[in-house]
């Protein structure tokens, strides 16, 4: 699976780290919401969802969690654990979150405002329109030849 990882840029001295991130240099989508995720109980398991088409960039900006991402094909683990380091997540990407140490504050900047319509919540919902969407592909490029 292709996961499109994020590096900042570091603007370190002698006090200490910063990062910044701003929308079309560092980040290519409009940053419409920025939320973020703290003080997760031991064991829970968030996320459960893809997003018809919204798009995010997932920062653990302080302790660490992972990320189960899922693209109805294959699924891959990342751990992030680093306030300089991040993954974009797509749209049609199932994702769960888990494994949060008690210090973790996982900070999402989003291309939208908050909107329930383009939640897919259901698994099995998920597969279909993924699948759907890679017949309507197949077929396209059959024209195209
Ligand atoms: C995602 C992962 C990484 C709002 O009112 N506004 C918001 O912008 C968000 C994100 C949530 N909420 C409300 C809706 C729920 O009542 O906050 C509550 C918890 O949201 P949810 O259960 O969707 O949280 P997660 O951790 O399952 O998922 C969140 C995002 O919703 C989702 O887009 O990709 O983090």
Redesign the pocket.
């Known amino acids: 699976m292709n996961i499109e990882r994020f590096h900042a840029q570091q603007h370190g001295d002698s006090r200490g780290q910063l990062v910044a991130l701003e929308e079309k240099s560092e980040i290519p989508f409009d940053i419409k ?1 920025v ?1 973020y ?1 703290y003080d997760t109980k031991e064991g829970v398991r ?4 893809a ?1 018809k088409s ?1 798009k ?1 960039l ?1 920062i653990c900006v302080n302790g660490a969690c992972k990320v189960l991402l899922d693209n109805g094909h294959e699924k891959e683990i990342v751990i992030l654990d680093k306030p300089y380091e991040g993954i974009f ?1 797509q749209s049609n990407i199932w ?1 769960e ?1 888990y494994d949060f140490t008690p210090d973790a504050v996982l900070l ?1 900047l ?1 291309s939208e405002i ?1 909107d329930e319509s383009d939640y897919i919540r259901d698994y099995g919902r998920f597969l279909e329109l993924v699948n759907n969407k890679d017949d309507m592909c197949s077929k396209e490029t059959e024209r195209e030849v």
């Open positions: 919401r939320y995720i968030r996320g459960f969802h997003h919204l995010q997932l997540v994702r979150m999402v989003a908050y």
